[in-house]
T-cell receptor
């Protein structure tokens, strides 16, 4: 199994640009999570999907952030427009049945907004 | 403060010594999990302990859980330089999404 796949691994963009992060969860997992990690705020849960349906998006910081999961094997996290304070490492994780079981993390996308 | 806070924030030990990290949480949990993160990498699951368990072992790892004190500890025995990483506890409170603590940075000196 290839594990959770994220792309791109690194993204550098200018303020105001649209950024799209992509995630392919582990086949057979029905829960998908997007996290953001910064030195100041640690690891924050942004949004959680179960069976492709958003269950908890209370961590999404602003309307500039949106996430979709059109099918069981793909999810996107979009930031439009991006701001320098969005600079962080964004992780996607998947699991079977949410927090009951272990989560498998992708390698992350390091986003830098200039 | 957050659900799931690790203590200490940073720990430096010599290779071969044991490392102990603690985690405190505030609300009732279904399970508590420990993860490791190497620099620049994603988190890797180490061990899961359920609320009705008190102790669990996995190789050189020993985890304890005291639900009356709302605390857990992670013990790494006979540490190695390769154990250098950040360690996070995460709690499942039934929301089906985990809440992660701020982590303990462990440095094992060779």
């Amino acid at each position: 199994d290839a594990g959770v796949i994220q792309s791109p691994r690194h993204e550098v963009t200018e303020m105001g640009q649209e950024v799209t992060l992509r995630c392919k969860p582990i086949s057979g997992h029905n829960s998908l999570f997007w996290y953001r990690q910064t030195m100041m705020r640690g690891l924050e849960l942004l949004i959680y999907f179960n069976n492709n349906v958003p269950i908890d998006d209370s961590g999404m910081p602003e309307d500039r952030f949106s996430a979709k999961m059109p099918n069981a094997s793909f999810s996107t996290l979009k930031i439009q427009p991006s701001e320098p304070r969005d600079s962080a490492v964004y992780f996607c994780a998947s699991s079977f049945r949410g927090g009951i079981n272990e989560q498998f993390f992708g390698p992350g996308t390091r986003l830098t907004v200039l | 403060s957050q659900q799931g806070e690790e203590d200490p924030q940073a720990l430096s030990i010599q290779e071969g010594e044991n490392a102990t990290m603690n985690c405190s949480y505030k609300t009732s949990i279904n399970n508590l999990q420990w993860y490791r993160q190497n620099s620049g990498r994603g988190l890797v699951h180490l061990i899961l302990i359920r609320s009705n368990e008190r102790e669990k072992h996995s190789g050189r790892l020993r985890v304890t859980l005291d639900t009356s004190k709302k605390s857990s500890s992670l013990l790494i025995t006979a540490s190695r330089a390769a154990d250098t990483a950040s360690y996070f506890c995460a709690t499942d409170t039934g929301r089906r999404a985990l809440t992660f603590g701020s982590g303990t940075r462990l440095q094992v000196q060779p």
